[in-house]
Structure formats: structure tokens, C-alpha cells
């Protein structure tokens, strides 16, 4: 088991260009979840998958930001134009359902320069 | 505001001692989590609680939950150096998990 597995660790892009983040989920996992780390703000919620369906993105920006699952063995966080405040720790996490073990990856730390 | 936040920004405690991290949270819950994040690393559970459960332990791990007045703590004891980290609470709703900002523990030699 490798746990969750994301890519790339490290992105650096220039303002104004789209920056994709993967995820692949730990087998067998039916939630997945997406979180923006950051020093002011902490962890912050984004978006979560449940079996694939998009349950809840009350936490995603209305606009730039975009999360898709399209099997279950991966899932993409996407931000078009990015810009400075962008730059954050992005964390993937996935749990088979409710009160279990959230297990996540070590994260993308996303620069916008 | 936070549904789930520590008390402390941050705690010192030399190693062998015991220390205790303290969450407070404001909605109803199924379950509080504990976890631990080191530099580098996601965040790592260290011990989930239910809400029927009053403590739980894991190792020198011990944590409470208190349900009437929506608390909870995280006591470690006999610490060691490598328990530095961020401790977070992590309140479990319907489905989201929501993380209080974190109490940095540094455990000085």
C-alpha cells in the first residue's frame, strides 16, 4: 500500500497559466478529499468525492478552480489563470466511508510566481 | 469562524514530560479526530474518537471527548523528541472533515 500518491510535489507556474494536481486515491477508498494548506488559513476544506460523484465543493473558489474524479483511481484539482494567493500546500485524502481513518498524501506545494 | 480549533498556538514541553493539547468545537459531531503532521508530510491520524466514546488511547497517546461542552484533548505522555509536530483536531460531520488550525508541540531535549 503506497498510500495516498500525489504529483507533482512541487509546481512552480507563472501568474496567469493553469495548474493541474493529481491525486490517485488508496485502492478501494470511496472518499476523496481535497485541502489547501496554508500559514494564515490553516487546512482548508475544498471538495469532496464519494464514490466517484461530486458530493461536496462548498470550499472550492467559484471561479479558477475546478475538481473532477473521473474513475476511481484518480482524481485532479484544477486552477486556471492562478495567481500569487494560489500558492499553497494542496492535500489529497481518501477514506472508505464515514468515521474512518482519513489517510493523506504528502501534498503539491503549488508557487505562483 | 473555525468548527474545530485548538487552545494553543503552541506548546513546549522538554522530553519525558507529559503534555496535553485541547480542542474545542462548535457543531454536532460522529466522530473527532486527532492528527499529527510532521514537516514534509500530510497530516496523519493519531486517534479517532466516536461520539458515544468518552476516551480512547493508543500507545502514549490518551484522548476525551467531551460531548456537552464540545471539547476534546489530546495528552501524550513520556514525550520524545520526534513528537514535534502540528496537532490538529479534526471535527467528523455528515461526510466533511473540518481541522482546527493546529497547535505546533516542540519537544526540547
Redesign the interface.
Known amino acids: 500500500n503506497a498510500g495516498v500518491i500525489q504529483t507533482p510535489r512541487h509546481k512552480v507556474t507563472g501568474k496567469g497559466q493553469e495548474a493541474t494536481l493529481w491525486c490517485e486515491p488508496i485502492s478501494g477508498h470511496s472518499a476523496v478529499f481535497w485541502y489547501r494548506q496554508t500559514i494564515v488559513q490553516g487546512l482548508e476544506f475544498l471538495t469532496y468525492f464519494r464514490n466517484q460523484a461530486p458530493i461536496d465543493d462548498s470550499g472550492m473558489p467559484k471561479e479558477r478552480f475546478s475538481a473532477q474524479m473521473p474513475n476511481q483511481s484518480h482524481s485532479t484539482l484544477k486552477i486556471q489563470s492562478t495567481q500569487p494567493q494560489d500558492s499553497a500546500v494542496y492535500l489529497c485524502a481518501s477514506s472508505y466511508i464515514k468515521n474512518t481513518e482519513v489517510f493523506f498524501g504528502k501534498g503539491t506545494r503549488l508557487t505562483v510566481v | 469562524s473555525q468548527l474545530a480549533e485548538e487552545n494553543s498556538w503552541a506548546l513546549s514541553v522538554h522530553e519525558g514530560e507529559s503534555v496535553t493539547v485541547n480542542c474545542s468545537y462548535k457543531t454536532s459531531i460522529?466522530?473527532l479526530?486527532w492528527y499529527r503532521q510532521k514537516s514534509?508530510?500530510?497530516?496523519?491520524?493519531l486517534i479517532?474518537i466516536?461520539s458515544n466514546e468518552r476516551e480512547k488511547r493508543n500507545g502514549r497517546l490518551r484522548a476525551t471527548l467531551d460531548t456537552s461542552s464540545q471539547s476534546s484533548s489530546l495528552s501524550i505522555t513520556a514525550t520524545r523528541c520526534e513528537d514535534t509536530a502540528v496537532y490538529?483536531c479534526a471535527t467528523?460531520g455528515?461526510?466533511?472533515?473540518?481541522?482546527?488550525?493546529?497547535t505546533q508541540l516542540i519537544i526540547q531535549p
Open positions: 460522529t466522530a479526530q514534509g508530510k500530510g497530516p496523519a491520524q479517532l466516536r490538529f467528523r455528515a461526510d466533511r472533515l473540518t481541522f482546527g488550525k493546529g
